[in-house]
C-alpha cells in the first residue's frame, strides 16, 4: 500500500493510525505486538487524529517521534525492527512505521514490561486484543515440536485398552493401507501412535480405554443450558442452568453424547408438504454443523486441560470454540 493512499481508509486489519499531535503514544506496544504476529505486518500512521474525525494534524515532531517509536520497538520481544518514513503533506509531517511480520519460530512478539502472558496481542479486524494462554501455547508448541497425543502414559497398559475394539481398528487398518496389512500388531500399534516405545499413547487411551477419566478425570465435556445468552444470566426463577450434564468416555462416546444433548435441548420443527402430504423435519441448528464443531473441539483442545493455568480457561469453552450461532429463545449452548 502507497503512503498516500493511507489518508483515504480506516483502520484495518494492517492499518493503525495515531494523531501524535502533542508527543509520542506512550502505549504502542499492543500494536507493535499484534502487527508483528501476523503474517503481513502492518504500518502505523502518525499524524491523523482518529478522535476527531480522521483529521489529519500532522506529527509534533517528526525526527524526535522516530526516536521515540525505536525506543519502545527496543522494549519488544524479540525486538521489533520498524521501518519509519517521513511523508510531508499540505505543510504538514506524517511518520510511518511499517511493522513486519516475524516468522512462525519468532512468535509470539510480546511487551517486556508485561511478560508473555500479558504482554502478546493478536490483532482482530481494527483492535489489539490479547492473545489467549491457547494461543501462546500453541507457538510454543510449533518451535519445540510438542506433540501431547502421543504422550505415553504410564498408568495405562496395553491389556487394559478395549481389545474388541482396537482389534477392529487394526481389521480397517489393514484394509486400507496394504502395506501394513502383513505386519504384526506390535508393530502398527507403534507406527500408528498407539503406543510409543512400548507404552500406551494419550490418543490410545482417549479412543481404547474402558473409562479414560479414570487417568485423567479433566478429559470430559461440560454441556450447558444457560436461560439467555451468557454464561452467568439467570430466568425467571433465578435458574442459572436450564440443563446440565458431564459427559465422559473415550472420544467417539463423548462426541454422540455432547449431540445427544443438543439435541434433547433444541426445538424440531416438523412440516407437512401440502402437496405430497411428505413429513419433514427441520431442527433449530444443523447436527452436522454441531458435529463438527463439537468434533474441532474435542480433537484440538482437550489436550490443553494438561496445563494447568490453561485448564481454567477451558471450563468456559467460549473462549476458544463457542458456537456463535447455538443461540435461542429457549437459550444457550456451552461445551468445556
Keep these: 500500500?502507497?503512503?498516500?493512499?493511507?489518508?483515504?481508509?480506516?483502520?484495518?486489519?494492517?492499518?493503525?493510525?495515531?494523531?501524535?499531535?502533542?508527543?509520542?503514544?506512550?502505549?504502542?506496544?499492543?500494536?507493535?505486538?499484534?502487527?508483528?504476529?501476523?503474517?503481513?505486518?502492518?504500518?502505523?500512521?502518525?499524524?491523523?487524529?482518529?478522535?476527531?474525525?480522521?483529521?489529519?494534524?500532522?506529527?509534533?515532531?517528526?525526527?524526535?517521534?522516530?526516536?521515540?517509536?525505536?525506543?519502545?520497538?527496543?522494549?519488544?520481544?524479540?525486538?521489533?525492527?520498524?521501518?519509519?518514513?517521513?511523508?510531508?503533506?499540505?505543510?504538514?509531517?506524517?511518520?510511518?512505521?511499517?511493522?513486519?511480520?516475524?516468522?512462525?519460530?519468532?512468535?509470539?512478539?510480546?511487551?517486556?514490561?508485561?511478560?508473555?502472558?500479558?504482554?502478546?496481542?493478536?490483532?482482530?479486524?481494527?483492535?489489539?486484543?490479547?492473545?489467549?494462554?491457547?494461543?501462546?501455547?500453541?507457538?510454543?508448541?510449533?518451535?519445540?515440536?510438542?506433540?501431547?497425543?502421543?504422550?505415553?502414559?504410564?498408568?495405562?497398559?496395553?491389556?487394559?485398552?478395549?481389545?474388541?475394539?482396537?482389534?477392529?481398528?487394526?481389521?480397517?487398518?489393514?484394509?486400507?493401507?496394504?502395506?501394513?496389512?502383513?505386519?504384526?500388531?506390535?508393530?502398527?500399534?507403534?507406527?500408528?501412535?498407539?503406543?510409543?516405545?512400548?507404552?500406551v499413547t494419550l490418543s490410545a487411551v482417549l479412543l481404547f480405554s474402558p473409562y479414560p477419566q479414570a487417568y485423567f478425570p479433566q478429559l470430559c465435556i461440560t454441556a450447558v443450558v444457560v436461560p439467555g445468552k451468557e454464561l452467568g444470566e439467570t430466568g425467571i426463577l433465578g435458574e442459572r442452568f436450564l440443563d446440565n450434564r458431564r459427559i465422559e468416555g473415550t472420544l467417539p462416546e463423548m462426541l454422540d453424547g455432547a449431540i445427544q444433548f443438543v439435541r434433547k435441548n433444541m426445538k424440531i420443527k416438523t412440516i407437512i408438504d401440502p402437496d405430497t402430504g411428505k413429513r419433514t423435519d427441520h431442527t433449530d441448528y444443523p447436527v452436522e454443523a454441531v458435529r463438527e464443531a463439537v468434533l474441532n473441539a474435542l480433537v484440538h483442545r482437550l489436550w490443553k486441560a494438561f496445563h494447568k493455568r490453561c485448564y481454567a480457561k477451558l471450563i468456559v469453552m467460549q473462549s476458544y470454540c463457542r458456537i456463535h450461532w447455538f443461540y435461542g429463545k429457549s437459550g444457550s449452548f456451552y461445551f468445556a
Design 1 to 199: 500500500m502507497w503512503l498516500g493512499d493511507a489518508f483515504f481508509v480506516r483502520e484495518s486489519q494492517f492499518l493503525e493510525l495515531k494523531s501524535a499531535g502533542k508527543g509520542c503514544p506512550k502505549r504502542l506496544y499492543d500494536t507493535l505486538s499484534s502487527f508483528s504476529n501476523q503474517d503481513d505486518g502492518g504500518i502505523i500512521i502518525f499524524g491523523v487524529d482518529e478522535e476527531h474525525g480522521y483529521q489529519e494534524s500532522g506529527v509534533y515532531d517528526a525526527q524526535d517521534l522516530q526516536k521515540k517509536i525505536n525506543e519502545q520497538c527496543l522494549q519488544m520481544e524479540p525486538v521489533v525492527r520498524p521501518l519509519l518514513t517521513v511523508l510531508e503533506k499540505d505543510g504538514k509531517c506524517f511518520v510511518a512505521a511499517e511493522i513486519p511480520g516475524m516468522d512462525l519460530a519468532d512468535r509470539p512478539c510480546y511487551y517486556r514490561g508485561q511478560g508473555r502472558i500479558k504482554g502478546a496481542f493478536v490483532r482482530v479486524g481494527d483492535s489489539d486484543e490479547p492473545m489467549t494462554e491457547y494461543e501462546i501455547y500453541s507457538y510454543e508448541a510449533f518451535r519445540k515440536k510438542y506433540q501431547d497425543d502421543l504422550r505415553e502414559i504410564p498408568r495405562a497398559s496395553f491389556a487394559s485398552l478395549n481389545q474388541e475394539t482396537l482389534k477392529t481398528y487394526l481389521e480397517k487398518i489393514r484394509e486400507g493401507k496394504p502395506k501394513l496389512s502383513r505386519l504384526p500388531d506390535e508393530e502398527i500399534c507403534e507406527l500408528m501412535s498407539i503406543t510409543r516405545n512400548g507404552e
